[in-house]
């Protein structure tokens, strides 16, 4: 997917932190604080792509996605409150991508689909993802809180 960017991170992140202002994640603290892991994630590791494997455009769009990508699930924001704000269609196709929406399909099931798009950007956003929920200090908050 060629990305034509006319949203910036500064602002998405702005409209995202709004939007899920009033969320809370599974281990009790604010909702973005995962968000922001993820986008973290992706800034790091997106450097070590092998070159010539995302163009700039994409890499700038992998970070959008990363700390957007729960919007449409969440059902924080719909496409057309993305495009609006700036979003290419690019973008609001891979946040609808990463949407596991009703009715849930099995999980495994859904990651293949994602697989499956062969987009590096969704697969990359959604790896960073699993691995927000999979830091030590996210599994002992959510653990203490199932106690």
């Known amino acids: 997917m060629a990305a034509i960017m006319t949203l910036s991170l500064e602002t998405f992140t702005a409209f995202v932190r709004e939007r899920h202002a009033d969320q809370t994640s599974m281990s009790g603290g604010a909702y973005i604080e995962h968000l922001l892991r993820v986008l973290a994630t992706r800034r790091a590791s997106l450097g070590s792509l092998p070159a010539g494997m995302l163009s700039e455009g994409e890499i700038e769009e992998a970070l959008l996605v990363a700390i957007g990508h729960d919007l449409i699930e ?74």
């Open 74 to 147: 969440d059902e924080k924001a719909t496409e057309n409150e993305v495009r609006a704000i700036g979003g290419s269609e690019n973008l609001v196709t891979r946040l609808t991508a990463l949407a596991r929406m009703e009715p849930k399909p099995v999980y495994q099931q859904w990651i293949a689909g994602i697989v499956e798009t062969r987009d590096p950007v969704l697969v990359i956003v959604k790896l960073a993802d699993n691995l927000g929920y999979s830091s030590p200090t996210v599994e002992t908050a959510v653990t203490r809180r199932r106690l």
